[in-house]
Nanobody
Framework: VQLQAYGGGLVQAGGSLSLSCAAS????????MAWFRQAPGKERDFVGG???????YYSDSVKGRFTISRDNAKNTVYLQMNTLKPEDTAVYHC??????????????WGHGTQVTVSS
C-alpha cells in the first residue's frame, strides 16, 4: 500500500483545514487507517483512526474538533480539522494497518504534510 497525503498549509487559530490521503491498491477497505502528527522536538502522536467499516477513534486532544472519514471507492481517507489551535501545528502523516486501528501496528506510511496554525 502506498499512501500520499495532501492538503496541509497555514491557517489562523480557530480556522479549519482538511487533509486527504490517497492510497494505492485494491484492498483499501481491508485496512484501518489513521492520522499521526509530529511536532518539532516531540514524539509522533496518534491523532485518530478509522476502521475499514468506518468506526472512528480519536485522541483526547482532538476529540470534538477533528473528524476522520473514508471513501473506500476512492481509496481515500480524510481528516477534517476545525477550531484549530497553535498546538495542532505539526507534520501530519497518514498510515495503514491490517491490525487494530488503535494499536496497529501501522506498517504503511505516507509522506507527511505540514500543518501550521498561527496564533
Amino acid at each position: 500500500v502506498q499512501l500520499q497525503a495532501y492538503g496541509g498549509g497555514l491557517v489562523q487559530a480557530g480556522g479549519s483545514l482538511s487533509l486527504s490521503c490517497a492510497a494505492s491498491g485494491r484492498t483499501f477497505s481491508r485496512y484501518a487507517m489513521a492520522w499521526f502528527r509530529q511536532a518539532p522536538g516531540k514524539e509522533r502522536d496518534f491523532v485518530g483512526g478509522i476502521t475499514g467499516f468506518g468506526g472512528t477513534y480519536y485522541s483526547d486532544s482532538v476529540k470534538g474538533r477533528f473528524t476522520i472519514s473514508r471513501d473506500n471507492a476512492k481509496n481515500t481517507v480524510y481528516l477534517q480539522m476545525n477550531t484549530l489551535k497553535p498546538e495542532d501545528t505539526a507534520v501530519y502523516h497518514c498510515a495503514a494497518t491490517s491490525g487494530s486501528v488503535v494499536t496497529g501496528p501501522y506498517t504503511y506510511w505516507g509522506h507527511g504534510t505540514q500543518v501550521t496554525v498561527s496564533s
